[in-house]
């Protein structure tokens, strides 16, 4: 009988630590990307560029902070 416990002890206690470990994992990667997304202000120039365009520092800044706050929306939409 405690041979039959101490098994189960062992496979809960691996499935808790499984889980919440997955459950850790996902949160700091998903505050990792809202602090430095993969999108930064050298990309967004030269995909305004590669449109034909020459953008402002203004532009740049605000497609950044669109690109910010469209995920910041989509996390929160998806709580």
């Known amino acids: 009988m405690n041979l039959l416990i101490a098994i ?9 630590g499984f889980f919440g470990g997955t459950w850790f994992s996902q949160r700091q990667t998903k505050k990792l990307l809202m602090d430095n997304p993969p999108l930064n202000e050298d990309a967004v120039r030269l995909m305004m ?24 929306q989509a996390d929160t939409k998806k709580k």
Do not use: D, F, N
């Open 49 to 72: 560029g590669s449109m034909g365009r020459k953008p402002s520092e203004v532009q740049v800044q605000q497609v950044l902070r669109q690109i910010r706050a469209a995920a910041k």
């Open 8 to 16: 189960l002890l062992m496979v809960v206690c691996l499935l808790a």
